[in-house]
């Protein structure tokens, strides 16, 4: 048994760390880079990273990264302080997954389906977007992920 607690530690750690680096990568690079181009260039490049990004692997992590710090909350009952951090860990990645669900997916699939770039009004689709906004609760994930990993790594100190 303590060797499927620990892999589902393992496992929250890694996936959650992970995340926090995609979200990070899109702060400190992908945005800011992004804001520097003009509405077509705009448009069409987060269209194509948005698509890009959709697939199993990035999938799985960001699932991954709900599911094993739930499974090891639960292989951790009665485990005293991992116990605890594992479960603020799930619960500082959930408002993630939640945050994802109510501001991004949204503002990607609406850009997504606004149309090609050159058969649209770029700079009304860029407007509607709202990059700003989209930023700011970007780096509010990027907190919540490093918040979420640093319990994690609390859990695997308590736990070791």
């Not at 800011?32 to 490049?45: I, K, M, N, S």
């Not at 292989?75 to 302080?81: A, E, H, K, N, Y």
């Not at 606004?114 to 770029?122: K, L, M, Q, S, V």
């Amino acid at each position: 048994m303590e060797l499927i607690r620990w892999i589902a530690l393992f496992g929250a750690t890694a996936a959650v760390g992970l995340m926090a680096g995609v979200f990070f990568a899109y702060s400190m690079s992908v945005m800011p880079g992004l804001a520097r181009t003009d509405d077509r260039t705009f448009v069409a490049a987060f269209q194509a990273i948005d698509r890009a990004i959709i697939n199993p692997v990035f999938l799985l992590t960001f699932l991954g990264a709900l599911v094993f710090p739930a499974a090891a909350t639960v292989l951790l009952i009665g485990q005293g302080p991992a116990f605890w951090w594992a479960l603020a860990a799930f619960a500082l990645y959930l408002a993630v997954v939640m945050i994802t669900g109510r501001v991004h997916v949204p503002r990607n699939n609406a850009l997504k389906a606004a149309g090609a770039p050159e058969r649209i009004d770029t700079a009304a689709a860029r407007e509607r977007f709202g990059e700003a906004e989209w930023s700011r609760w970007n780096a509010v994930r990027v907190f919540l992920n490093l918040a979420s990993l640093g319990c994690l790594a609390a859990a695997l100190a308590a736990f070791v």
